[in-house]
Antibody, heavy 128, light 108 residues
Framework: QVQLQESGPGLVKPSQTLSLTCTVS??????????WTWIRQHPGTGLEWIGYIYYSGTTYYNPSLNSRVTMSVDTSRDQFSLNLSSVTAADTAVYYCARGEDYYDSRGSRLGQYLDYWGQGILVTVSS | DIQLTQSPSFLSASVGDRVTITCRASQDISNSLAWYRQEPGKAPRLLIY???TLQVGVPSRFSGSGSGTEFTLTISSLQPEDFATYYCQQLNSYPSFTFGPGTKVDVK
């Protein structure tokens, strides 16, 4: 059973960088076809997809956050990380890490990517 | 970017009720849609992907249908743990795998 666990500071000051790590257990972060993803949820609202990183280091970020987001992966520790720079109060949210899995049709064409395992989430508050 | 809307936003129901939630996409996404259930204080849980494929371990009272721009999630007999918020997500179109705004199901 794959499990993910977020860790990092729960309080970050405005203009600083938010840094979170997700530790994967019960499976390898280097498994093919899996995209290690960050999602956030502002208090009382819906879900926002932040982006993903593949074990090779390939990344894709939501353009709305693109200029402030950096993700990295440490395959030796089965961990991946999120850095979000120049944070403001608007970045206060519960941050989730999750595993994205590609799925295909019978001819082998990729049809999409769903999120099948999630961490429990970590609340990060931006405040001085 | 693809936008998703959900209806209704809120729904009141009782244990045993049949419940249907609709998700509409701003453009054709074929069957590239998933449904998640989020219980209060918990992470979302994948229920259905590819519009109608039940994720392993998910009870059979959940079903999904639709393609193109209109999709539905049906719960055939609502259970106590199903009082939660449900989100749809489009799975294949960059730049962002957007989520719908959610439908909250609470106790009548």
């Amino acid at each position: 059973q794959v499990q993910l666990q977020e860790s990092g500071p729960g309080l970050v000051k405005p203009s600083q960088t938010l840094s979170l790590t997700c530790t994967v257990s019960g499976g390898s972060i280097s498994s093919s076809g899996h995209y290690w993803t960050w999602i956030r949820q502002h208090p009382g609202t819906g879900l926002e997809w932040i982006g993903y990183i593949y074990y090779s280091g390939t990344t894709y970020y939501n353009p709305s956050l693109n200029s402030r987001v950096t993700m990295s992966v440490d395959t030796s520790r089965d961990q991946f990380s999120l850095n979000l720079s120049s944070v403001t109060a608007a970045d206060t949210a519960v941050y989730y890490c999750a595993r994205g899995e590609d799925y295909y049709d019978s001819r082998g064409s990729r049809l999409g990517q769903y999120l099948d395992y999630w961490g429990q989430g970590i609340l990060v508050t931006v405040s001085s | 970017d693809i936008q998703l809307t959900q209806s209704p936003s809120f729904l009141s129901a009782s244990v045993g009720d049949r419940v249907t939630i609709t998700c509409r996409a701003s453009q054709d996404i074929s069957n590239s849609l998933a449904w998640y259930r989020q219980e209060p204080g918990k992470a979302p849980r994948l229920l259905i992907y590819a519009a109608s494929t039940l994720q392993v371990g998910v009870p059979s009272r959940f079903s999904g249908s639709g393609s193109g721009t209109e999709f539905t999630l049906t719960i055939s007999s609502l259970q106590p743990e199903d009082f939660a918020t449900y989100y749809c997500q489009q799975l294949n179109s960059y730049p962002s795998f957007t989520f719908g705004p959610g439908t909250k199901v609470d106790v009548k």
